[in-house]
């Protein structure tokens, strides 16, 4: 099992950035497939990007491809969203998640475990 605690939300201007982060428990961070998603209100939870175990493969939404970066560090059990030329369609509540494979990655029911998400709100 393991727990996940994002941080690094806040307001932004649009054109700003942000890194969100997501630390991990347990010894077994690096066995994990780790992804991010958002909700915004109103609206289902959708994937932003995700990243293989050794964070060498990484995919992304087609509405954040080119402005965001997934990266993890398994030594620090972490896994990273760098999030530049941020929108204010970008506002949500944004959460990660981890699960063993990676098929249908960009399936939030395919996700084992979530943390409980950090707030990212853009300004126009």
């Known amino acids: 099992q393991v727990q996940l605690v994002e941080s690094g939300g806040g307001l932004v201007q649009a054109g700003g950035s942000l890194r969100l982060s997501c630390a991990a428990s347990g010894r077994t961070f690096s066995s994990y497939v780790m992804g991010w998603f958002r909700q915004a209100p109103g609206k289902e939870r959708e994937f932003v990007a995700a990243i293989n175990w050794s964070g060498v493969n990484t995919y992304y939404s087609g509405s954040v491809k080119g402005r965001f970066t997934i990266s993890r560090d398994n030594a620090e059990n972490t896994v990273y969203l760098q999030m530049n030329s941020l929108k204010p369609e970008d506002t949500a509540l944004y959460y990660c998640?981890?699960?063993?494979?990676?098929?249908?990655?960009?399936?939030?029911?395919?996700?084992?475990?979530w943390g409980q998400g950090t707030q990212v709100t853009v300004s126009s």
């Open positions: 998640a981890a699960r063993g494979g990676l098929n249908n990655y960009a399936a939030p029911r395919n996700y084992d475990y």
